[in-house]
């Protein structure tokens, strides 16, 4: 794996252990809540838990579109680089002879 791609899937796996944690709170509290009263409407939890869920898509989008762009941008900067670098020699050679 390269240094970006290690550094992508370390965010990414950054992104799902905080969805991880957040989720296993949700559910830790509806345990209580349902401890207390079996009885109890925990469907707020769920929408909670949903919510967690849109949340780490629409990060984890975010976060692939980021590095899909970064990786654009430097190939264009090194095509220009490329090219300019062509020119440069091109012109020496006309220079020199």
Known sequence: M????????QALLQLREEYNRAVQSIN??????LAVNPKA????FDSEIAAQKL???????QQ?????????????????AERGMKQF???AANVAG
């Open 64 to 80: 692939k579109d980021y590095y899909a762009n970064l990786l654009e941008l430097e190939g264009d900067w090194r095509l220009g």
């Open 28 to 33: 830790s509290q509806r345990a209580a809540v």
């Open 41 to 44: 409407d925990v469907s707020g």
């Open 89 to 91: 020699m091109d012109s």
């Open 55 to 61: 949340n780490l898509d629409t990060q984890t989008a």
């Open 2 to 9: 390269s240094d970006r791609e290690i550094q992508q899937a």
